[in-house]
């Protein structure tokens, strides 16, 4: 399935994740892309600041296998350009296809990548049925079309661009006139980057990102220069060939200089221990994992990405992080582990994937919650046992 390029400005996505106007659920976590160490890659370098460095990625260019590379290497949040819009989703009313889209998710499963959703309402790549609709007829669609799609991908999503764009062109601050619009709706609209300068703009924004602890991460429209919609303008961090640009290095230099971490102050809480699991190989002694909390939290509602690292001298194979969640947290859905119990002392065990932490390598996993007022994270965790020090 193919569909036209998308008529956009080019996106560095310095995104709020989990606001209330543009998140209906949460997906997978923050991840070390393979054995990247922190520094080297974009994703890793974000991680450690407790963000994702993200990008668009097309389905029909994940055979390629000089895109993938860069992909699988240098991203740890994936965005569909076109393959979750609604007129590749709903081409037909009440019809739904997500083949192409599914094909995207289930690369982003396989590499620990986390998925963004992109995007529910548009005023543009409305399908023709669509655009034929006004006033209660298309507030009507585009609720079931939400409805439909966001249920589809329940559990593998980590946040959706509900509504985008909503604003006009040009600076004026005025909403965007266009048959959505008219219905009542709104959405966001994010900035351009290209040019001589793109360089310094790009490292200017992860700055901004940095100083701002809601800022959650960065999405960049696309891999390589060729890969763009804005042809001629080479507006990204990846030449046609796949070369790193100048554009990438201040990018990676900026993510590796000082901002704020997210997190949350810890609370008073006794240690907990669980039995290792028979199939693990125990860290030996404390110190032998770390583990980096960032807490995002909302009015009655959080998610907690936990990345563990195992900093012993042998792998972990197979492994249960024991914690325990503060009073009035309670668990509702998570990614990459399986949880139990839902509140109170929590142990979270490795999913089929993920079962190995080689030394000096790490996992990512985490869990959406609802609390009662308290946000705190948990003060102390275990691994297979052994306590680990927390970031």
Known sequence: MSHRPTPRR?????????????VIGA???????????????????????????????AAGKLSNSTYTGILDR????????????????EPSQGQFRYTSADQIVAHAQAHGQRMRGHALTWHQQQPGWAQQLSGTAL??????????????????????DVVNEAFADGGSGGRRDSNL????????????????????????????????????????????????????????????????????????NALNGPGTPIS???????????SPSPSA?????????????????????????????????????????????????TITSGWNATYTPASGAVTARNESYNGTIAPGASVSLGFQA???????RPAAFTLNGAACTVA
Not at 74 to 89: G, L, R, S, V
Request: proline share 4%; aromatic share 8%; with cysteine.
């Open 281 to 329: 190989s125990v860290p030996q002694g404390g110190g032998a994992c770390r583990v980096t909390v960032t807490v995002n939290a909302w009015n009655t509602g959080l998610t907690e990405d936990l990345t563990v690292v195992n900093t012993g001298t042998a792998a972990v194979n197979g492994w249960s992080l024991a914690f325990t969640l503060p009073g009035g947290q």
């Open 264 to 274: 949350t102050p810890p609370v008073s809480s006794p240690p907990v221990s669980s």
């Open 74 to 89: 240098e991203f740890n949040m994936i965005t569909p350009e076109n393959e979750m819009k609604w007129d590749a989703t």
């Open 139 to 160: 507030r009507n669609a585009m609720i079931n079309h939400i409805t439909n799609v966001a249920g589809h991908y329940k559990g593998k999503i980590y946040a959706w």
């Open 181 to 252: 619009q008219r219905t009542g709706n709104d959405w966001i609209e994010v900035a351009d980057i290209s040019g001589s300068n793109q360089a310094t703009a790009y490292a200017n924004v992860v700055k901004a990102c940095l100083a701002v602890s809601r800022c959650a991460g960065i999405t960049v429209w696309g891999i390589r220069d060729s890969d763009s919609w804005r042809t001629g303008e080479n507006p990204l961090l990846f030449d046609a060939n796949g070369n790193k640009k100048a554009a990438y290095t201040s990018t990676l």
């Open 10 to 22: 080019v996106r560095l996505r310095a995104v709020l994740a989990l606001t209330a106007a543009g």
């Open 27 to 57: 997906g997978a976590a923050i991840f070390f892309n393979g054995s990247a160490s922190a520094g080297t890659t974009l994703g890793a370098s974000a991680a450690e600041k407790g963000r994702y460095f993200g990008t668009a990625v």
């Open 370 to 376: 609802t609390h009662t007022g308290n946000t705190a």
